[in-house]
């Protein structure tokens, strides 16, 4: 039983063929990686995922339930959430607030209960503060709830980019390259971060990463993506020893 399959995707973007015929699949509370060498078209498997872009052809399909061709906001309100490779915070408001803007595609409440502030409004914003809380600690980052996410260390703008897509309340987790510009420390403690995640929610992840070790350490299976195309998958053991994977990372000798 696979929580989400995506079946056969593609898309072009001006006669460049960036995804071809790719095929993903994730159990529920498992662990998966996709990797690839870079402008494998990794990030543009997320981006299809996610409603960023709409599929050529092939579907995404979350727990029975076709997405393809939804928009970003139906996707995230199905249940798949994702961070950027680039973070993406809102300037002008604190850690808190950058988290609670995560349930603006679910919200409940209409503008004249808004502008009048209504019962029905107070009680959702309550809500969503306190959840909102709750994935700030889940993320050890409950200190910095008042503070300007601008003023924060690179890793710790990291956390506070899964806290947000934790609120989403997700059944899979996309992570695009969590990792990049981390420390050896840093990487480390985002190693321990998602195996917390992991044990604690029902939650099924995907990680596009350079990192070795990240991808390694935390995947149950792995896909590998070269030129737009499946080019591997299978456990990381499998993986290290696929002398197709080699050569696409590193080539080989004349």
Known sequence: MHRLEVEGISKAFGGVQAVDNVSIKVKPNEIISVIGPNGAGKTTVFNLISGV????????ILEGSDLTGKSQHEVTRAGIA???QNI???????????VMTA?????????LDT??????KRRLDKQ?????????????????????PFNLPYGLQRKLEIARALATNPKVLLLDEPAAGLNPSEVLEFIELIKQLHSS???????????????MELSKWIYVINFGK??????????????????????EED
């Open 53 to 60: 872009y709409k599929t050529d052809s092939g579907r995404v």
């Open 82 to 84: 994702r961070t950027f």
């Open 88 to 98: 993406r915070l809102f300037k002008g408001l604190n850690v808190l607030e950058n």
């Open 103 to 111: 349930h603006d595609p679910i919200i409940q409440y209409n503008l």
């Open 115 to 120: 502008i009048l502030s209504l019962p029905k």
């Open 128 to 148: 969503n503060r306190e959840l909102s809380m709750h994935y700030l600690e889940m993320t050890g980052m409950a200190e910095f709830a008042d503070e300007d």
């Open 201 to 215: 929610l029902d939650l099924s992840i995907i990680i596009i990463d350079h990192r070795m070790q990240v991808v």
């Open 230 to 251: 499946m080019l591997a998958e299978g456990t990381p053991t499998e993986i290290q020893n696929n002398d197709e994977v080699t050569r696409a990372y590193i080539g």
